[in-house]
């Protein structure tokens, strides 16, 4: 059976593969000059390959497609994900949060192992571009016409793997979502996921490149509360970091959010009370802010005690109302959202070819027999951490083993 995957990313590749070693005749299409073009870039160049927890666990981290993810993630888990990886050679390390990473610290060796190894019988056609995907009249060989910028060929089957709409550098320009369109199927709205979130408030700009570790940020979107612990950073025009990622997939297709950061989440009021009360009591002669200082990195202690309308004043003369603001604006500092930044800097898109209209064990599309849709073309994603490529494999891996 000839079979044309489009998109040589994470899930491209593990399908291609997969569909191979199964003894498909495997041609992957990409506009690019290389394969995992956006591999590269995840983690930071290092490649947050999967996370090692429990299925279970890892569902609880998907934001949209969770009931739909159900099987493929009990399928192919993050152990499978660690095993597969190591069997092809690569060697894989753990960090914090249950994060895997290749031991070399390099994203370019999981694309290396995944083209060279698990690949080695799949024809790679990059720099073709798909233009078009159409089903084959009744006197064409094959029941797929795949156009593209070279010529015109002819599949029994044919997987969309192109990715989303973030990092459009990387050949994630919306692709698949014209071909899905193409063949009637609707497309969920796309929205960043996983990005920095810009704020209204005028100090950020005097906070950039600050960073705060365990920290706690909060908020209510639409009525629904969110919390997530960890560290983030001040940018230029608003806050980025682990904790503001997996906040922006929360509250990315919300209309009223409302965020706050408590700078100590570890202590409830009457215990940061007390310790403000022995800091003041050793520098009653003092500037409020040479005690913040001891609370927060520096900037942000003159930036909080503009915020509690305190700056210039001494300890001595600080009101125990005074001191209840301090502690009430420690545990919930207000920021003032604005908005998502745009896709194009997104981890990951939102939104995708409509869950309802592929079937969940198989991948292929309820209306067109012989098409089929894997990873981030699909309306899922994750909070960070793995989750997300971990869904490239396993969706990938589902659909080829069940393909036929």
Not at 375 to 390: K, M, R, S, Y
Request: proline fraction near 2%; hydrophobic fraction near 40%.
């Amino acid at each position: 059976m000839k079979v044309a995957v489009v998109g040589a990313g994470a899930s491209g590749l593990f399908v291609a593969g997969c569909l191979a070693k199964n003894g498909q005749d495997v041609t992957v299409f990409d506009g690019n000059e290389k394969a995992g073009k956006k591999i590269y870039i995840t983690g930071k160049g290092r490649c947050n390959l999967t996370n090692l927890c429990p299925p279970d666990v890892f569902l609880q981290n998907v934001v949209r497609g969770e009931k739909f993810l159900r099987g493929a993630i009990h399928t192919f888990t993050s152990q499978d994900a660690v095993d597969f990886f190591e069997g092809l050679g690569l060697q894989t390390k753990v960090e914090r949060g249950n994060r895997v990473f290749p031991k070399s610290d390099k994203a370019s060796d999981v694309t290396k192992v995944l083209e060279k190894h698990h690949c080695k019988d799949v024809v790679f056609r990059f720099n073709e571009k798909v233009l078009s995907v159409r089903q084959a009249k009744a006197d064409e060989a094959g029941q797929f016409l795949v156009k593209t910028q070279k010529g015109d060929f002819l599949f029994d089957r044919v997987v969309i793997a192109t990715g989303g709409k973030s990092y459009s550098s990387t050949g994630s320009t919306g692709d698949g979502y014209a071909i899905a369109r193409s063949f009637g199927h609707n497309i969920v709205k796309t929205v960043p996921s996983l990005c920095a979130v810009k704020l209204k408030d005028d100090f950020v700009s005097a906070l950039q490149g600050v960073s705060l570790k365990n920290v706690a940020l909060h908020c209510v979107a639409d009525g629904k509360k969110f919390s997530n612990f960890g560290e983030m950073l001040f940018t230029d025009e608003g806050i980025s970091g682990p904790i503001v990622l997996s906040t922006s997939s929360q509250i990315n297709r919300s209309k009223e959010v409302e965020l706050w950061i408590d700078f100590k989440p570890a202590l409830d009021e009457k215990q940061l009370d007390n310790r403000l009360l022995r800091d003041f009591d050793a520098n009653k002669n003092k500037d409020v802010e040479s005690v913040f200082l001891g609370l927060f990195p520096g900037a942000v202690a003159g930036v909080f005690a503009k915020v509690v309308g305190l700056e210039k004043r001494k300890v001595n003369s600080i009101t125990k109302e005074e001191r209840a603001k301090i502690v009430g604006t420690i545990k919930k500092f207000p920021l003032h959202f604005l908005r998502l930044y745009d896709l194009e800097s997104a981890v990951v898109t939102s939104g995708g070819v409509d869950l309802s209209e592929v079937n969940p064990k198989t991948f292929e599309s309820k209306k067109v027999s012989g098409l089929y849709f894997v990873g981030e073309v699909l309306d899922v994603d994750a909070l960070t951490g793995g989750f997300n490529l971990q869904i490239a494999w396993a969706t990938a891996y589902a659909c080829a083993k069940n393909f036929g």
